[in-house]
Structures are given as C-alpha cells and as structure tokens.
C-alpha cells in the first residue's frame, strides 16, 4: 500500500514489458469498461459520507477521503492526458501541488501544510476534477493506444484499487475516533466468521518456488518467480479470533514483557496499549468500533488491527511464530485466505533476482524495503480482483489501521 | 482572548455583582434583542464559508469555526438553559464533551481527539444545534431574570464576541495557509489607512489613574481602577505602517540579532522567518494575504500580524520602546486607536486590590496570568462595542495570528 | 544569573560610568587583593568535588562546574587580558569556543556539542587555565588601570560571584540527581531556622523610590531609581516553612487545580509533579537531599526549591498572593531576608528610563526581560556582599533548581 | 553487539547445553586464564583515558566507558558469584541498579537518570569493584564447576568482548565529538589498506547451508544451521573504498534521491548530511577523524562509519547491491574478510527452526528481530578471536557509529 510512490515513478516507463508479459485486457473496449467500473468504485464507497468526513486527517498515516479522489485522478491526469494528449488542458494546475503525494518540486510561494488542513478545494470541486479527467480519459481510450500507455492504464487502476482500500480503512478511523462514533453504513462490511475447528497444515522440506508467473498485472516486488528452501512446518488453516485474542488479554499479555519484542513492548508502555486498536471497555463489556458503529464483540471473528508487535507477542504468548511469507505463499493453495491482511515474519526485502529498469522507472524501486514487513493475502477493504496468492503487502510494524489479522505457524 | 476558561468558571457565580455594579441592560426586551443581535453576528460571519472551512484546524491556536459556533451555544445552554430552565431538555448530553472548552472530565470510553479531527457533529447540526439553544433562551427571556442571571448573560454575549474576533483570525489562518489562497470575502474589512505624519503626545509625569470605572460591563481583570505612577513619555499618534517595517526588513532587521530578545532571536531561527505571518515575497514583490485574497503590499496600512518579539525587536531598531499598559491608557484618549491590538510591553499581572470572588467563581481568577503579555485597544475583527480603554487583551508573546501592531512610545 | 549574556555585552564598553557614578574600590591594591579573595572562592567551593563530578551536565540550565570554572576565566582573558596587555599570549584558542557562553561565531570544523559532552579539556586543564590567567591579571593589577577597565574588572568579579552561586545549585542537582545520593560536604549550608511567629508589616499607600542609588556597583536593570505608586498592603516578616508546604501537600495542593495558573497545572500534571525537588517520600518519611546528603525534612527551615508556579499556588491556597518587587524593596529595610530567593509576582521588565548605552554595549540590554520572572533577596548560595536591596534576580517560571523561597504578601 | 539483554536473560538457565554441545574449554586452569584474560583486555583499552573520558555519554546509543566497565562485572556478579557462591557479599547493593541495563524493577526511591549525567561511582570505586569482583571469580574457579556455570561463565566472556568493541566505537564518539578533537593514541589501530584490484568471486546456484557448526560457542541466533537455495551471485573480494565513495559523494551522491530508500533520504535531509560520520572537509580538503585524532583522508582504506542507507546508497549508485546474510557466509571462505562489519541486505531474523530453550532463558529470545538488519564479519575493535563465519552482528539502520564498511555485490 505504502507502494504508491514506487508505482507512481515506474508509470514513467517509455518501453518494455514491465509488469507482465502479456496484459489481459487486449482491447480498448475493455479497458474502456475497467476504467469506468474501477473509477466508479472509488466514488461510491464515498457516497455514505458527509462533506465534513472528506476533509480530515486525524493522523499523519490517514489521509482524507477526497485526498484519495484527487490523488488517482491526478494520476491519470499526469501520466496519460498531460503527455499523450496534445490538446490537452489541465484541470487546475495549482492541483499538481495539492494531490502530488509528493513535495520536492514545492515553489517558494507555496505554504506547507498537511492534508488535513485544507478546506480546499471544495469536495464539489474536487468531483468536477474527476469527471473532467474520467472524460478526457474516456475520449482518448477510443483511439488505438500503444501498451507503453495500456502499461501505466494498468498500473493507474491498481493504483486506484490500493486507494479504495485506504479509502475504507481511513474512514473506519476518522468515523472511529470521532467520540460521537458515527456508523458508515449498516451492511456489516467486515463481518467474517471463522471455522470452530483449526486444523494444522503440514508442508514437507524442499525445493519450491514463489512469485509471479503467468498472465496479467502485476507489481514488480513480486518478481521474478524463484526457488526457496524450506524446513518442514505447519501452518494453520484458519485466522485467530477475537475469542483467542481475548484470552490473550485477559490472561495478561500487554502486560508481560517476555512475550514481546523490545521495540514492542516499548511500543506498549509508551502508549498505554491494553487491547487492539478500536476496541472499547465499556462497562466491564467489550464493544469494537466497526464500519456500522460500536457492536459487542464478537468472538468468532478474526481479530483485527493488530499490528506487527501485537501479532508476534500473540505468537510467542501461544508458543509458536507467524509464517514467512514464502511459507504463506507455498501454503496459499491450501487454505482459504481470511478477510484480514495476514503479517507474515519476513521483511519487505527484494526478491533474488529484483532488477532495475532502465531509466526513471527504476530509480525508485525498492525505495520502501527497509524497515517494512510483509503482510500476505488480502481483507475485506481489498477490491475484488486486486490481489493475488503473490501479492506482497507491506506496512511499518508499528501500524494498526489497516484490517490485519494473524495466521499462526510452527 | 484566552481568558474564556476563566470567563466560564465565572459564569458559575451565584450572587454578586461580578463584572459591574450596574448592568447598562435594564429589562428583558432589551436583552432578547441583544441576545438575538449578537447571535446573528456569528453566523454572518460564517456565511461566506463552505461546509470544508468550518472543520479544520491548522494549527492548535487556531479551532475549526463549527467549533466557534458550537462552543458558543454550548455556554448558554450550560451555564444558563441547564441550571434554571427546569424542564430543559438537552440537546444531545455527547456535545457536551465536544463542545466544552476543558476536557477535565472526560469519560473513559471516549478517545481525545484534536478539534480539527473532528468532522461530526456536522455543520448541519450544529446550527440545529444553534437554533434549538437560541429558541429556548428566548423564551427563557420572556420571563423576569435574576441580576445573577443576567451577570452570566451578559457574559455570554461578551464570551461570544471574543468568539467572533476568533472567527475572523482563525478563518483567515486556515484560508492564508491553504496554497490555492482562496479569499473569504471582496469587501476589505482589514483596510485601514494610516495618516502621513506621526506625531509626539507628551504625557506629564505624574500620579494617574487606570482601571474600569463607570456603569456597564468589564472583566474583573480591568479591576480595580487604582492609582500609578508615571515618568514622562512620549507616545505615538498613530501605528507604524507596513512601509516602516518593510524598511526594517530590508536593512536586516530579521538578521540582526541585537535587536532582539533573546527568545525572539530562537524563534526567528529555528523558524526561519523573514517577514511578519502572511507576507509574500513573490518575484520580488511583496505580497500580502487578506480576507480578500493576495493582495500588493500597501505601504500605508498599519503593519499587521507581528508577534511581541517582532514588535519589540521594530522598536529596538528605531530606538525607541512599545508603551506600558499604563502608558497606553492614560494617553488613550489623545490619539486614535488604530485598527489593530497594540503590544504594550507589560506583562498579563493583576491590577493590584485584585480580589477573588467567593465560591467556584474566583477559583480561575489569574490563571492565565503568567508568560503573556498585554495588548490594548482592539481591532477591524473587534465586536462592535466590545472593547474599551481598559480592556486588557492577552496572549503569548510568540503568537502572530491575531490582528497586532505597533505603536511606539519614547 | 541569566543576566551572564547581558554582562559579558557591556563589558566591551569602551568610555563611561556604566553601572555606578563612583567605583567602590579606590586602587590597585584593594583590586589585586579583592581579585584574589574571589577567584579563589571558586576554587573553594569546588574543593570537595571527586573529577568526576566536573563534567556531567544532567539537564541543559545546569552546567558541568569545569565549565563555570573555565567560562569565568575566559571572560578575564578575553575582555582583559587580549584587549589590554599588549603581549598577552593566549592561553589555548580552542578554549574560547569551549568557554564562550554563546556560540555564535561557530566555525565549519567544530562538532556541535553540549557542555556534559565535554570531556576534554580536563579538571587538571581547566586550573591550569586559571592559574595562567590569574598570574596574568595579577601582573597587570599592579599596573595604573583606566576607570573603564575598571568597570570591566568589577564586572568581571560580579560575573564570577553569579557563577559561584550556579556552581552551588548545580552541584547540588548533580549530587542529588544521582541514585547514590553522595553528599557534597557536611557542613549543613543550607540550614537556616525560621522563627516561629510570623508577623505583617503593613506599608501605607503612597509614593515610593525603588531602583539602586548609592556608590558602589549595580547592574543596570537596577537602575534608574524611580517613583512608583503602592497600594496599602501587607508583607510576612518571615519565609513558609517547610511545615506550612507539607500542609498545602498533605490537603490536595498538588491535585486541586483551583490553586494554579493554568501553566502550572500544565507542568504539575504532565511530569507528575507532587512535592518540591529534592524532596522524596521514603517509607512514608519526607526526605530531603541537601548538600550533606539525604535528611529527614526539618519542618522549621523554609520551603526551597519551589517555582512560581508552586509559589503562587501555594500563596492562592492560603488566600494571599506574593509581593511585587516594588513591595518588597520597599519594605526590605523591614525584615530579615530569609536565604533564599523570593519570588515575587512581578515580571522581568525594563524599569522607567531604562536606557541603552552607546555602541556595542547597549546591544543586548533588556534580551532577557520577556517571560521571566523577579526574585529579590538573596540565597545562602550566593556570594557575601553579592547582592542588596534593589538587586533583580530573574528566571523562568518553571525553573526550581536555584534556592527559591515563597514570602507572602496580602 | 544490541543482543546484550538476550544474553543476560539466556545465563539464568539452568540446565542444558545452550549455546553448543561440547565446549572448547576443558578445565578450571583454562577459564581462570582465559577469564583474566578477557577481563584484562577491557582494562587496557580503557588506560590511555583521562577520567572525565570515562563519564560522558553524548548520544543515547553511547555508553560512558565506566559504565562498561562496572556493568560486564556486574554481569559476573549478578549471575555468577550471588547465586553459586554461598557467602559472598555483594560489593554495593546500589549497583546493581546503576549496572543493570534494564530499569524495569526501579524502586520509589530512585532517581531515573541518563548514564552520561552519574558523577558517581567514581572511575576508581569501578575499578575496585572490578577487582573485588575478579578476586571472588578467582577464588571460585578454583573450585569444580558446573557445566551450566561453564556456559554462562563463557557466556559472560563473550558479553565482555562485545563490550569491548563498544569501549572504542564509544571512546572514538566521546573523542571524536569533542572540539579538541584528542586522539585516543598513536598506533593507528584503524588502518586497514585495501588491495587496489577488486575481483568478482562468482557463486553457482544451488543449495547451500549456513549457520553454526561444531564446537565451541556460539550465539541462539547462529542456530541452526540449515539449507538455503542461492541464486548465482558475485561478491566483492575487498570492501569499498574511501576512494570509491569519495565519488559518490562528488558525483552528488548525497543530493540524489535516486539512490535512496525513502526513509534514508528522509534521513539525509533532516540531519544534513554530506559525508560519513567523521568526516570533515577543512579548507577543501577531507579529514577524517580517527582513534589517533585528524588525519587526511586515505584513498586506500576501507570507507567506515556509513549506515545501511549510505551503504544501500552507493551499490545503487554503483547499479550494484549488497549481499545477503546467506550469501556473504557461503562465499565467507573465498574473500578475506575485512576490518569492518559488512552491511548486508538481510533483516535480522530467526532462522529456520529457532527454538526457545525452557524457563527464563529463553524468554527473551529475539526480542530484537524486527527493524534491525545483519551485518557480518568483523572490524577492527572486534575482539580476537570472538567472531566467526556464522556470527550475526545487528543494528538500527541509521546508525553509523560502529566500524562498518560496505562490500557489494551483484
């Protein structure tokens, strides 16, 4: 997710087949269809917000709403219309400052301030924006586009996917940590209910492969496929649930330094953490903060939002680890992937094998892989379509906002 | 301004002519329409706004304008509607936590949270909000009140009219700070020309007398009028002009630290400024953000916007010093006060014979009284009649958002 | 003390009476000796120290005392001995980057460190340095010397007598910031008794002179003498006691926000304050760290080591409050000063024709009177025949390391 | 070096062979001698100190060097001679607060404070508790002991020799951040001089092995050793030099987010950085400061003093990349290795199969693998004979005070 301003740099590529080797959307037509479907998406999960849910930042990592709206229309805006439409006119060149997610060119008139601080441009505007660009684009994806283009049409409407992710996870904590806890809708979005029973995966030694093959997108971190050697485990079938986690609590574990890592556990006193993020004590009753308003805890969902330290201190308290994320890969087929992204014990690190494009595109790869960890499969903020067994999420261990869960091995 | 938590707690009194002997509001029309007419104020002042600019909160100083709104009906139906309407019913007991100015009291399921992160209660329902109060004080108003009554009413009123020089300068901080310079209105409200000539008022030395006296309102920290003594000094006709300061500017003012205290040199550092809060240096000229946008500097309006270190440092420069407040008041009555506070260089201390009224009420009296510094006379975002030659205005030395400026003394 | 800056300013004056019409001491001789008797005091008090505890500087208003013993070294040298003998050899050039209290003129080689960083030069340098340049100024006292000159040895010598009490407060906190707790000596320098009654002085209202008159030397933030107007008030003729403190503690001072700025109770609650510094609760017994290490309180001595904010909270729970300097000047030739420093509600402010000298010294004059604080009097820290009647101390409001004591007035 | 805790925590066991199956220390004549040894080792890197070198701690990651020497003693004391030999006496029963690394037991009483601010224990009372404490190991080796014993007797040898590199990256900071710029002494114990050719060593795909085998100690972290499947890769046969990177930083390596991870150039850009630590150009031309003080830059030695994003920085600029742990010990036996830790481009993670051992000792395990990453090899402060092929140095990413170098691959 973090990925965005690697995506963003690659979609500078003049030539060459970055993501894949074949796409498979062949025609205008189709991509034509995507591009609507994709961009529709983004504006109706906004449709239940008021104005004022648009405009805020309550943390530096949550970013407002129309923010999201302005930020992938600039993208298309930048990278398709401003360089492959001559006639082209920009919407507003003052936008270029306001939705680039980036800030190295800022001009000496300009006062920096965060997203959360500006009133403008008016959400309306902001909409006028879109549908200006959905309609520049809509025209030139008539003509016939070479697949320099579809590449970064592609790589446009991931990027569009990522941010609708970010869209629900943003709104879940600006709503959730507004005392008057507003619901966002009463669909229940997040509800998933685990199996009773666990059951225990076993995966011999040996020589596998993980990594993308095939047809279709995808994004360079996954490449390119190569062989790994793994010790015999066993990874479990389902995620662990609120019910487990309780007993995690109750029995003591924010309060037990041997459970957790160093950074953790400084993590844990310095904040006061005594449970996962949106989770309420009300009464001697646990509630939780979820899209439809504050419910009762449910024991049989998986437990969510934790972040790195939380799920290994869970781990350790259990007597086991969380998978790397090779053994997740290999394991994949054999386990329905939870709702909820999955912390694997590896860091975001490039594959054997990661190589540099030429030119622009390939000064920023691997710009985040340091002090990130990777997170597997995907949640249920996730865009239909978007993810895939390769697919390689990355987060700070730090963070809880997003929907993350924990899938334990041994 | 900063004195609302202490007007508050006043407002709890129970008996006791707080504020002065004799209310200037004789009977209850006179207080509906005074109700009504400053109530109105607020909103008109909002009206330019669009739903985005009531929610944030650039800077902590700075609170997002629904909560001016907010904040301000919150104080009558607490202090007034709640204690002695018997069958009041509240608008919503959560707004209570939002809206109130402390957070002493707050419960331990509700996350603190920053005002600007605040995007419920919506606009919509803050004026609902807004209604709903100012329906029930009017009838309220119908009946005979006591002197106690109206002390905290007049209160109110005045408490709200700070409020609306707040709006002023904090609409004006969140619209300066976002890069498309958006203006809230065409109409100039800061445009004051300063005359030409400077002149000289002589004050004798001598025994003087400062401190409210007469009928109608103050606030206690105008209390009591008591006798000082001055030496001889000169005082300044009118304010130093943004072309005065410009040339303060342009000789290395900002660079020389021998003009400055000590912690205004700090600040001037470690901030990097150059010039005061809102000027522009855009393709060497300078510019200006107003209420009505960009603007060129003009070189006879009263320089604006500078914090206590700056003030002083102009001062040191030319030679000269700000006035006391004492100074300041004795003199008031010789020269115009222009359309800006005026930094004296008196600290905020209590007048002496300054007494603590009995109960809950005296209990804040002073407390911001400590590291702040006296500003007089009042400003273009000043309530009409609201302020007067006593009037003591306080804030930190380091603040520049208000509408400050300088007048010399000698 | 913080006047240090300001001093080493004005000591490049060049012509003129800067602090005193008529100097004091009349030659050379009584200068040598007077020299002597002073530097050597600095070594005294220093005496007991292991190496080790020259060095460490446990927060930043507390300097290493190699550091005062070298800084007050290179103010001789360099305002004496580099401008005015002819042939002076500087001791080492590096020291003066080392021991200049300001770092200004920085260059591109030098590391910034802070003081408690320095472990070079040594204790053993650091004499040496001293020792060097004594021998130097003792050479040239038998010489005739200018008046100006003079003025700069006088200051000089003052200079020193400040950093002698700092060289007692920081030791103190040195010692009594250490889990050992070692003490420094066992001579009891801190103990002074109050008498037991305390009495009011009433003064009349009227006309009063405050401000230094006389021969001998003053700082120029004593000067001029000038009218003031008092109100009839009231002043103790002795310190709170230790006994009358714990009180205010043992009936809720430190957790009823009723009694405090709101500043102060910013600073109570966010570093969890509950009784003055140095003072600690063991096995329900009040200790206290002196200089001759850890002891039970002694109810009868005065409170020490308190801030304005605990000063005036405590002066808010009896009902009264703190005396103006101008009270207390007034009515000092009234009472016994008790050995601590007084707060007085009175901020650091240039008195009435407070004026600047010609050229560079005049530069800095008034740099620190923005958001201090008064105290009069004198502590047992401070250096016999140090201070007078009309002596302005100053310091921040949250400081309370020096020997603070709280006088009430009514 | 950070795996200190993780050792402490590890010699409470009580049973088992925990760090290899056979010791290579065979008898109590051996581990008296080899005690002595080691404990000597700390004493004479320490002599050529001046006492005040012994005190200051100028960054937190900087331990004063008295605080070493009592705290690897106090690792003897605390888990040695207190819990196996029946009548000893504890030397001071304050220490094991000031010696302990953890605060997490601190009583009422006690004082929290940085170890840079502790004046005492004086350098010679540490020195006393050394030999208090050798005296006592003395007298017990003479005796039979345990194989439990054994291992934490080795174990604290080896925590012994970590701390002594941490003496000279320490003292070489402390030194090296003072104006003075002392040299520590003249032997040049840093010069190491590169080969002019580097080659290529090439590595076939396959699978290979790596961690601990055979006797003699060991950290957890090397265990086990288990498979690994490479991809063909080349390694450097020497480290890059100050030469090489002296290219970098002309070419505008420094000025180029291209080359950066995104947290580094964060990193470079809020700390202003140019140039390794310790470098420092003065009149155009670049010194270095090393243990025998400022030296011109050498071309020929190994760069040091660089973090991981400096060292990611330049093989991306080179359009090369840095090993993996895994890679740089299959290759270990084809290339000497140098005197610096090797950066690599593995996060410190546990291997395959990494168990906890039962009761305290493993409770603590890997409570740093997260947000550090592996270096390898050794540097010049390493101890004789305390490294190994297998060994896995750890630290923070941006930190550079430790003997590191960078040796590329692709």
């Known amino acids: 997710m973090k990925s965005i301003g690697e995506i963003e740099k690659k ?37 239940p917000l008021k104005i004022e849910d648009y405009v805020v930042q309550p943390v530096v990592d949550v970013s407002p709403p129309k923010w999201h709206l302005g930020h992938t229309t600039w993208f298309f805006e930048t990278f398709i219309l401003k360089p492959y439409v001559n006639d082209y006119k920009e919407f507003n060149p003052d936008f270029n400052f306001v ?21 403008r441009p008016t959400v309306e505007e902001v909409y006028h924006y879109r549908h200006y660009v959905d309609e520049a684009m809509e025209s030139f994806l008539v003509q016939d586009i070479t697949d320099d283009i579809k590449n970064i049409l592609l790589l446009g409407l991931n990027h569009e996917q990522q941010h609708q992710e970010l869209l629900y996870t943003d709104i879940k904590f600006i709503l959730g940590h507004n005392p008057l806890f507003p619901a966002y809708n009463d669909k229940g979005i997040e509800d998933v209910q685990m199996q009773n029973n666990n059951e225990w995966i076993s995966i011999d030694e040996g020589i596998y492969e993980i990594g993308f093959e095939g047809e279709g997108f995808c994004f360079d971190n996954e490449l390119h496929r ?12 389902r995620l662990v649930t609120n019910e ?118 390939g000064e920023y790869n691997g710009k985040f892989m340091v002090n990130q960890w990777v997170l597997r499969g995907a949640s249920v903020a996730t865009s239909e379509g978007h993810s895939r067994t390769s697919y390689r999420n990355f987060f700070q261990t730090n963070l809880q906002w997003q929907f993350t869960g924990i899938r334990l091995a041994q």
Chains 1, 2, 3, 4 share one sequence.
């Not at 087949?17 to 205008?28: D, Q």
């Open 11 to 47: 979609s500078r590529s003049k030539g060459g087949h970055l993501f894949s080797e074949k796409l498979s959307i062949k025609n205008n037509t189709d991509f034509t269809s995507k591009y609507k479907a994709v961009r529709n998406i983004s504006e109706n999960i906004c449709r």
């Open 99 to 119: 939705f680039n997610s980036y800030y190295e060119s800022v001009g000496a008139r300009v006062i920096r301030t965060d997203r959360g601080n500006l009133s």
């Open 226 to 237: 190569h062989k790994v050697y793994l010790q015999p485990y066993k990874i479990s079938s």
């Open 244 to 361: 487990e986690y309780l007993n995690f609590i109750t029995t003591g574990g924010y309060e037990d330094f041997r459970y957790w890592h160093s950074e953790g556990w400084e993590w844990v006193k310095s904040n006061g953490i005594k449970s996962p993020l949106y989770w309420h004590l009300i009464n001697d009753n646990w509630e939780v903060f979820t899209l439809k308003g504050l419910q009762n805890l449910d024991p049989k969902q998986p437990v969510t939002h934790i972040n790195y330290y939380e799920a290994t201190a869970f781990a350790a308290w259990k007597g086991m680890r969380l998978p790397t994320e090779a053994e997740w890969e290999v394991a994949a087929s054999k386990f329905r992937w939870g709702k909820r992204w999955e912390w694997t014990d590896s860091a975001y690190l490039p594959y054997p094998g990661f190589t540099k494009a030429e030119g622009a595109i």
